[in-house]
Nanobody
Framework: QVQLAESGGGLVQAGDSVRLMCRAS????????MAWFRQAPGKDREFVVL???????QYADSVKGRFTISRDNAKYRVYLQMNNLKPDDTGVYYC????????????????WGQGTQVTVSS
């Protein structure tokens, strides 16, 4: 069953901006936490940002000041605005959701999208 679905990735140059979108169901959108993770080839899945139902957010240090998470409550959409992209941002980006306080650990999230590839060239 597909609960989350990402889109918007592609091949871009360093310094470019991209906005990713995650389509959520009514159920997953209203879970306690929505988050974005990414995974580069040969590396573990890495926390990027999470957003709580109270509106507060937590960002990885590597993306703070460049990435922004937001929601469209009417359409059950969550977005990741990525500015000033760097080659190290390259990877498959996943949206995820869970109840409780899953934090930065991917194994704590119950729902995942299929991922969208973002490749940043230098």
């Amino acid at each position: 069953q597909v609960q989350l679905a990402e889109s918007g990735g592609g091949l871009v140059q360093a310094g470019d901006s991209v906005r990713l979108m995650c389509r959520a169901s009514a159920h997953t959108f209203n879970l306690d936490v929505m988050a974005w993770f990414r995974q580069a080839p040969g590396k573990d899945r890495e926390f990027v940002v999470l957003n709580n139902r109270d509106g507060s957010s937590q960002y990885a240090d590597s993306v703070k000041g460049r990435f922004t998470i937001s929601r469209d409550n009417a359409k059950y959409r969550v977005y990741l605005q990525m500015n000033n992209l760097k080659p190290d941002d390259t990877g498959v980006y996943y949206c995820a959701a869970s109840n409780g306080e899953p934090g930065v650990y991917p194994n704590s999230y119950n729902y995942w999208g299929q991922g969208t590839q973002v490749t940043v060239s230098s």
